[in-house]
Nanobody, 126 residues
Framework: QVQLAESGGGWVQAGGSLRLSCAAS????????MGWFRQAPGKEREFVAS????????YYTESVEGRFTISRDNAKGTLFLQMNNLKPEDTAVYLC???????????????????WGQGTQVAVSS
């Protein structure tokens, strides 16, 4: 059982930056692919970014490409999301998720992930 805890959310004006962190309880953090999702009120959970267990490969949804950067520190068991040039439409609860590698993994599908954090709120004002 992997426990995940997000931090780093907050309020920021449009154009600002935030850095989210996700700390994992699992000592074998490097065994898991990781993802960031977000959920705005009244909307479905949306894929934001993912990174493989080595950290060598990452993938982003189009709307954040070039503004957000996902990274991980396997030695510290922590996942990060650096968010720059934030926009009001980025406002949401951001959640991190973990999955053990398996064939045919669809990184954009929330149902593919095994473990979730509670989320951290990000609010961007115009």
């Amino acid at each position: 059982q992997v426990q995940l805890a997000e931090s780093g959310g907050g309020w920021v004006q449009a154009g600002g930056s935030l850095r989210l962190s996700c700390a994992a309880s699992e000592t074998t953090f490097s065994n898991y692919h990781m993802g960031w999702f977000r959920q705005a009120p009244g909307k479905e959970r949306e894929f934001v970014a993912s990174i493989d267990r080595s950290g060598d490969n990452s993938y982003y949804t189009e709307s954040v490409e070039g503004r957000f950067t996902i990274s991980r520190d396997n030695a510290k068991g922590t996942l990060f999301l650096q968010m720059n040039n934030l926009k009001p439409e980025d406002t949401a609860v951001y959640l991190c998720a973990a999955v053990k590698p398996r064939a045919g993994w669809d990184q954009r599908n929330a149902n593919e992930y095994d473990y979730w954090g509670q989320g951290t709120q990000v609010a961007v004002s115009s």
